[in-house]
T-cell receptor, first 112, second 113 residues
Framework: SQKIEQNSEALNIQEGKTATLTCNYTNYSPAYLQWYRQDPGRGPVFLLLIRENEKEKRKERLKVTFDTTLKQSLFHITASQPADSATYLCALAKGNTGKLIFGQGTTLQVKP | NAGVTQTPKFRVLKTGQSMTLLCAQDMNHEYMYWYRQDPGMGLRLIHYSVGEGTTAKGEVPDGYNVSRLKKQNFLLGLESAAPSQTSVYFC????????????FGQGTRLTVV
């Protein structure tokens, strides 16, 4: 079965720095990969989607890369702010199977 | 625009009791999902549906049943609750094509004592 791994250790960085989070997967290659943000006590909120034929996607201060050879996606937040502190989840699905599988998430703490 | 609404938000059950969690979406989405979230385990898929009248098992389906009688509603049932089902449950929906995101409800915190 598909396995998705995110760094379970919290990431602590200083305000203004770039945060980089990693998502690794095994077995089949997904048609697309998504990143979500989750705040305590709330449901996840969609941030970005990247398709298997795309290398990079940007949205404001966010950037996602997708390396299907390494089976890895990197999620970057540039000029990080304390308000970026949250848990970030990656998720993937294979084609139209309908199954959307999530990693366990990485908690980011941005210190002022 | 309500999005995805889960009912109830909190519930305490005794072992062996049954209950149904309701998820409603007003976005005309085809796909709907039920997840549970436990500390250190992340979101795990329980059951999902790719359209009205259809359901399928996810990663951790044992002890749960689901129904999708109407497109906008997806029900999750616990027939005989166990303490291991203590968790936060999230419902989500999506258009179901290959390129769209999932919208989540606010979660239901269930405690089984």
């Amino acid at each position: 079965s598909q396995k998705i791994e995110q760094n379970s250790e919290a990431l602590n960085i200083q305000e203004g720095k770039t945060a980089t989070l990693t998502c690794n997967y095994t077995n089949y290659s997904p048609a697309y990969l998504q990143w979500y943000r989750q705040d305590p006590g709330r449901g996840p909120v969609f941030l970005l989607l990247i398709r298997e034929n795309e290398k990079e996607k940007r949205k404001e201060r966010l950037k996602v890369t997708f390396d299907t050879t390494l089976k890895q996606s990197l999620f970057h937040i540039t000029a990080s702010q304390p308000a970026d502190s949250a848990t970030y989840l990656c998720a993937l699905a294979k084609g139209n199977t309908g199954k959307l599988i999530f990693g366990q998430g990485t908690t980011l703490q941005v210190k002022p | 625009n309500a999005g995805v609404t889960q009912t109830p938000k909190f519930r305490v059950l005794k072992t062996g009791q049954s209950m149904t969690l309701l998820c409603a979406q007003d976005m005309n989405h085809e796909y709907m999902y039920w997840y549970r979230q436990d500390p250190g385990m992340g979101l795990r898929l329980i059951h999902y549906s790719v359209g009205e009248g259809t359901t399928a098992k996810g990663e951790v389906p044992d002890g749960y049943n689901v129904s999708r009688l109407k497109k906008q509603n997806f029900l999750l049932g616990l027939e005989s609750a166990a303490p291991s089902q203590t968790s936060v449950y999230f419902c989500a929906s999506s258009y179901g094509t290959t390129n769209t995101e999932a919208f989540f409800g606010q979660g239901t915190r269930l405690t089984v004592v």
